[in-house]
C-alpha cells in the first residue's frame, strides 16, 4: 500500500486499503460501519489486541489516526471475540445482543394520553446528574470486547441505572433488573469478576459503580420474590 498522510483516519485507511483490493479484482474487507456515536465507524474492530474505545487520552471518540503509528508497524485487525457478538464477515459482528436486552426491560410503561408537565415529579439534581451520565452509554460493545468473561454487565447495568435513579423508573425496577439480567445471561455473555477492564476501555466513562447499584437491584428484587 502507498504512504498515508499521518492526518489520515483509520477508517479512511481501510477505505483506501478496500479501493485497491478491488482495483486488483479481490474481495473488499468488510468491517462494521455501525458506529452507535456516529463518530468513524470502528466499533467492532480491535486494532493491535485493544477493543477501539476510548483513545489513549481518554477521549471520549473511538477516532484514531494513523499519527498513532510508526512507518513500517504492523497493525492487527480483528473482530472483536464474544460469544454473544457472532461474526458476520472479516471484521463485521452482530451485536443485536444489546438490543435484545433493551427489549426485556430497558424502558418504562406508561399509559396512553396526556403526557406530564415536566416539572411534575421533582427530581433531586445530583440524581438527575448521574441518571444523565448513565444515559450516555451509546452501546457500542467496547465493553464486552475488553472484557476477558465476554461479561454485558457494565452496559445493562447503566442501561439499569439511568432508570433506576428517577422516580419514574423505581416503579418497575425490580421487574426490569431481573428481566435484564437474566436476558444477558440467556444470550451467552458471561460473568462478571469485577475487573475493570470495561471501565477502561468505555469512550463514555460509565463506571463499574453502575454494577454495584445494578447488583444491589437484583438481589432485592429476588429476595421480593
Not at 461479561?151 to 425496577?173: D, H, W, Y
Amino acid at each position: 500500500m502507498h504512504d498515508i498522510p499521518d492526518d489520515t483516519s483509520f477508517l479512511e485507511m481501510l477505505d483506501i486499503l478496500n479501493e485497491e483490493l478491488i482495483n486488483e479484482g479481490k474481495e473488499h474487507f468488510v468491517l462494521d460501519l455501525d458506529c452507535r456515536e456516529g463518530i468513524c465507524g470502528m466499533c467492532s474492530l480491535y486494532i493491535n489486541g485493544t477493543p477501539h474505545g476510548k483513545t489513549e487520552r481518554g477521549a471520549t471518540t473511538c477516532q484514531l489516526y494513523m499519527r498513532r503509528f510508526n512507518d513500517g508497524d504492523v497493525i492487527t485487525v480483528e473482530p472483536w471475540r464474544s460469544a454473544a457478538f457472532p461474526v458476520i464477515k472479516d471484521c463485521m459482528v452482530d451485536r443485536n445482543a444489546f438490543d435484545k436486552i433493551i427489549q426485556a426491560g430497558g424502558y418504562t410503561t406508561v399509559r396512553t394520553g396526556q403526557a406530564q408537565d415536566a416539572n411534575a415529579i421533582l427530581i433531586p439534581k445530583e440524581d438527575a446528574d448521574e441518571a444523565m451520565d448513565c444515559a450516555s452509554c451509546i452501546g457500542c460493545g467496547a465493553c464486552v470486547a475488553a472484557c476477558k468473561n465476554g461479561s454485558a454487565m457494565l452496559f445493562v447495568s447503566s442501561k439499569v441505572s439511568q432508570l433506576a435513579l428517577l422516580p419514574q423508573g423505581r416503579v418497575e425496577a425490580a421487574k426490569r433488573a431481573k428481566a435484564m439480567v437474566m436476558r444477558m445471561e440467556e444470550l451467552g455473555f458471561g460473568n462478571c469478576t469485577n475487573t475493570r477492564a470495561c471501565e477502561a476501555v468505555c469512550p463514555k466513562n460509565e463506571t463499574i459503580s453502575n454494577i454495584a447499584r445494578l447488583n444491589s437491584e437484583f438481589i432485592k428484587a429476588k429476595l421480593a420474590d
